[in-house]
Nanobody, 125 residues
Framework: QVQLVESGGGLVQAGGSLRLSCAASGRTFSLYAMGWFRQAPGKEREFVAVISWSGGSTYYADSVKGRFTISRDNAKATVYLQMNSLKPEDTAVYSC??????????????????WGQGTQVTVSS
């Protein structure tokens, strides 16, 4: 059974930084693409960043490009999202997801079959 557990969310002032972590179990983590997605109140879930199974390629939403960095540590079965220069509009519940086996860094949400519970990120102005 796949388990994804996020941590690292919290309250931060605009301009600040947070690092989210997602610990995975139940699959050979190193073989799967991983992604971060977010959902703000009253809005649909949206893509944030994804990383290929090898870690060799990444892809970001335009809204976070240059501010957020996704990375993975296969030895720890963990994917990270470093978030810098945070803005109030980044406020959302952030969830990680397990993507395709040996998958590329793809943003299509329907390709991600397992999801964590999410962690709240709140950015105050």
């Amino acid at each position: 059974q796949v388990q994804l557990v996020e941590s690292g969310g919290g309250l931060v002032q605009a301009g600040g930084s947070l690092r989210l972590s997602c610990a995975a179990s139940g699959r050979t983590f190193s073989l799967y693409a991983m992604g971060w997605f977010r959902q703000a109140p009253g809005k649909e879930r949206e893509f944030v960043a994804v990383i290929s199974w090898s870690g060799g390629s990444t892809y970001y939403a335009d809204s976070v490009k240059g501010r957020f960095t996704i990375s993975r540590d296969n030895a720890k079965a963990t994917v990270y999202l470093q978030m810098n220069s945070l803005k109030p509009e980044d406020t959302a519940v952030y969830s990680c997801a397990l993507g395709p086996r040996r998958g590329a860094a793809v943003a299509t949400m329907t390709l991600y079959n397992f999801w964590g519970q999410g962690t709240q990120v709140t950015v105050s102005s």
